[in-house]
């Protein structure tokens, strides 16, 4: 949780100061700005960006920086209880979600990959399954004995498949552009 939170809350400030410099200045080029398909400014500044009205890096912001802080705390020894195990399973839940929609949104309808919204996928992605995995692991969500002996064992190889299934939709999406590159 540590880890993911501060990974995410990195890459929702690099964002937000983006964003910022973005709104000062209509002519800053983001770093981010690698490509006509690696590029972040667009994507910030598309209706995408503010689904709720407001920048979407401030959700970011707020719910890594929490994140963080408990995986701080359980690192140093806290027990959490389990209702605020299963909020932050619930939050981490709606989180995946949130950026599998801005996924699609940034492959199919904006064409553009930011690197650090994927980078912000990865951390959510990573935090919902071991959060799930923690829940599942303590009986705070119920599953079959079974269940658990497979994913104790091939938790790792299930989350290298999801990311790897992103990869390959972002390699596909954009094959004659990387293609163009060889």
Known sequence: MLLTGVAGWLASFQLT????????DP???PPCN?????????????????????PNMLLGLAAFAAVAV???AVLTGARLHRGLWLALDAGALAGVVFVHWLMTQSLYELNKICPYCAGVWIATIALFWYVTLHCL???????????????RDTHWMLLGAWYGVIALLVLTRFWPY???LL
Do not use: H, T
């Not at 692991?137 to 119920?142: K, M, Q």
């Not at 599953?143 to 994913?151: F, G, K, M, S, T």
């Open 27 to 29: 002519g800053y080029q």
């Open 70 to 72: 408990l995986g701080l």
């Open 178 to 180: 990387w293609s163009s």
């Open 137 to 151: 692991e303590r009986g705070i969500l119920p599953a079959p004995r079974r269940v658990l002996l497979v994913l």
């Open 17 to 24: 100061v983006d964003d910022w410099r973005l709104l000062r």
């Open 34 to 54: 690698i490509s006509p398909v690696v590029s972040c400014g667009s994507v910030m500044s598309s209706s995408q960006g503010s689904l709720f009205g407001f």
